[in-house]
């Protein structure tokens, strides 16, 4: 694979990718970016911690860097689009750092602030404009931005605008995209809906697939810890003391489970903080400083916030809920173990929450190894007797207790683990199932 040194970048950012030291390119960068420098169109399916943004971000700063142009007030020479403002500042601290010894001017505009200040920084002018699509159309619709100089235009995380209701504000902000332009597109899956909005979009587009789903995953250490729901707090506060927790992303399924859990962790001797969608966007913005700067160990999110997040150092991933859909396990584990970094994603799954469990490692192609630091729970709600497993003799009574959920024999569960522990899965102990394939989706056909 080629490094950075031997891509036709110009040197001021070679420079700054040095000073991040990155050498060689990720396989989304090592793809998108010669047919990006190239003018090419991209259709890019690819999630986050795969390095996408520099995918897209280094070849716009490359073209535009290149020669020096004055940024016009309110009209930007390239757009990207970002469904959550999260993202959007992402984005642009990606811009910043590899931008660094350039003198390009990139301005953020997105919603649930005022937006005083972003309109006078559009007046200031901006080469590159990062923007969520609801607050871009207002600001359009003002008169604010005007896209008819725009060169390059990229679409981040389509896959996500579309699952929060933003096709309708993207089909007006692309009506005013000009004719003559490079368009990269990025989605993390390609159902039919954004099949077809690539194909409105790109003309005859580079198409690149990483498989960021069995790559990341394989990175990542995943565990799964069977409990019963009263047992989950005690378990986190346990993993939340071992040695090697740096920061940790732990996933309720809801808002409330999320502020509720915050709140009991920080009444114990963990500083926490919730961060969901009923916060306000400054509130949020706040949590993730904290979590950045450290001040904060633990933080506790719903699944649509803690899309896209981006930070180094996140030691472990915690489902405390399991995701209702298994897709959500992907992204949410893809929060640790980024850029080759190692990380651990433990699940705790209730008996009531097997067939979530069930659906992930179907997705994933793998089973979860068990937990070997859940040896001290009692779960026995394996209905299946399946042959009695039982208990070799002398060794710990694990099963018999009065916490069973179905109270009699009959729901002895099997002892698989070799840890002593039981895995309500029946036999299979960690091995690896059939890889489903992620990559060779269909390469879609553009009209032009
Ligand atoms: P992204 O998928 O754009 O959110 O990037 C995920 C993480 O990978 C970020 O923390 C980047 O700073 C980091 N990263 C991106 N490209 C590289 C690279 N070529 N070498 C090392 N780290 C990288």
Same mark, same amino acid.
């Given at each position: 694979m080629k490094t950075f040194d031997e891509l036709e970048l110009i040197e001021p950012l070679k420079r700054s990718l040095k000073e991040q030291n990155y050498t060689t390119p990720t396989p989304i960068q090592a793809q998108t970016i010669p047919a990006a420098l190239d003018e090419y169109d991209v259709l890019g399916c690819a999630q986050t911690g795969t390095g996408k943004t520099a995918a897209f971000a280094l070849p716009i700063l490359n073209y535009l860097g290149k020669e020096a142009r004055k940024a016009r007030p309110n009209q930007p020479l390239a757009l990207v689009l970002a469904p959550t403002r999260e993202l959007a500042i992402q984005i642009g601290e990606s811009f910043a750092t590899y931008g660094k010894h350039l003198r390009l001017r990139h301005v953020l505009v997105y919603g649930g602030v005022n937006q005083a200040g972003q309109v006078r920084a559009l007046n200031r002018g901006a080469h590159v404009l990062v923007a969520t699509p609801g607050r871009l159309l207002d600001l359009m619709n003002q008169g604010f931005v005007r896209l008819d100089q725009l060169e390059v235009f990229v679409l981040d995380e389509a896959d996500r605008m579309l699952d929060m209701g933003f096709l309708p504000d993207l089909k007006r902000i692309i009506r005013e995209l000009p004719e003559q332009r490079q368009s990269l597109f990025f989605s993390a899956t390609m159902p039919p809906k954004i099949v077809d909005l690539a194909q409105s979009l790109l003309f005859e587009p580079v198409t690149v697939n990483v498989t960021p789903k069995t790559t990341s995953v394989e990175r990542i250490e995943q565990r799964v810890a069977f409990l019963e729901r009263n047992s989950k707090l005690p378990h986190l506060e346990k993993l939340l003391l071992g040695d090697d927790v740096e920061r940790v992303i732990v996933f309720t399924r809801t808002k409330r489970g999320a502020n509720v859990l915050a709140e009991k962790l920080s009444k114990g001797k963990f500083k926490a903080v919730a961060i969901h969608g009923n916060k306000s966007q400054n509130a949020r913005q706040r949590a993730l400083d904290a979590f950045k700067r450290k001040q904060v160990q633990v933080l506790v999110a719903t699944d649509v916030a803690a899309r896209g997040i981006d930070i180094d150092g996140i030691s472990h991933v915690v489902n405390y809920d399991m995701p209702v859909e298994a897709e959500s396990y992907v992204h949410r584990i893809g929060r640790t173990g980024r850029a080759g970094a190692d990380g651990i994603a433990v699940s705790f799954c209730t008996p009531t929450e097997r067939d979530e469990l069930s659906a992930i490692e179907r997705l994933i192609g793998q089973k979860i190894p068990l *937990?070997?630091?859940?040896?001290?729970t009692d779960f026995q709600w394996d209905k299946s007797s399946g042959g009695g497993g039982g208990q070799k003799s002398g060794g710990r009574r694990r099963f018999g207790n009065s916490r069973s959920r179905y109270g009699s024999n009959s729901a002895r569960p099997k002892r698989t683990a070799s840890n002593g522990?039981? *895995?309500?899965?029946?036999?299979?102990?960690?091995k690896r199932g059939p890889k489903k394939s992620f990559g060779q989706r269909k390469r879609a056909t553009v009209k032009a």
């Open positions: *937990d070997p630091n859940c040896q001290s522990s039981t *895995d309500p899965r029946g036999s299979g102990n960690g």
